[in-house]
């Protein structure tokens, strides 16, 4: 069974990006091609197929979602590049917990609103206490001025 890594639009329902006309499956497409430059992309539409040309990193477009086969950090890349492409800002992840931990922390650092998920790297870390200071050492390390006697001698 083939594992499968996800990004979706969080709630199709939600308003889309305001534009003056909609966008047709040519004109994304057009959009892709010039937007996806390390991507051999191949469209059946309604969907649009994406290889990436130097890894065996592949993605689908399937309009309201993107699918990837590897989970690899081109293939996270790649699809929050679609997702800008798409005008989409709050997206969520679906897949092994390494995958979601890893695109959802790319996505917050590129912008994106995450919904309904947490994500470690989202929590500022808390520091860590500050050392106690050491105790001085009292042995002395050379003469006391004003006493005759030797302090390691008895």
């Known amino acids: 069974?083939?594992?499968t890594n996800t990004m979706k639009?969080?709630?199709?329902?939600?308003?889309?990006?305001v534009r003056?006309?909609?966008?047709?499956?040519d004109e994304y497409l057009?959009?892709?091609?010039?937007?996806?430059?390390?991507?051999?992309?191949?469209?059946?539409?309604?969907?649009?197929?994406?290889t990436h040309t130097t890894s065996t990193s592949r993605l689908i477009d399937h309009g309201d979602r993107v699918e990837g086969g590897t989970g690899s950090?081109?293939?996270?890349?790649?699809?929050l590049d679609l997702a800008a492409l798409k005008g989409w800002t709050k997206i969520r992840f679906e897949g092994p917990d390494n995958?979601?931990?890893?695109?959802?922390?790319k996505a917050i650092e590129r912008g994106f609103d995450l919904y309904d998920q947490q994500v470690d790297s989202s929590v500022p870390?808390?520091?860590?206490?500050?050392?106690?200071?050491?105790?001085?050492?009292?042995?002395p390390d050379a003469e006391v001025p004003g006493t005759d006697a030797d302090p390691h001698l008895d």
């Open 1 to 3: 069974m083939e594992m």
């Open 9 to 17: 639009r969080s709630d199709p329902s939600e308003e889309t990006p």
């Open 20 to 25: 003056t006309r909609p966008r047709s499956f």
């Open 30 to 50: 057009r959009e892709v091609e010039k937007g996806m430059g390390d991507w051999s992309i191949v469209a059946n539409p309604p969907e649009i197929e994406m």
């Open 73 to 79: 950090d081109v293939e996270i890349d790649g699809m």
């Open 99 to 105: 995958f979601v931990k890893r695109a959802s922390a």
């Open 125 to 139: 870390p808390v520091p860590d206490p500050l050392p106690s200071p050491e105790p001085e050492d009292a042995t």
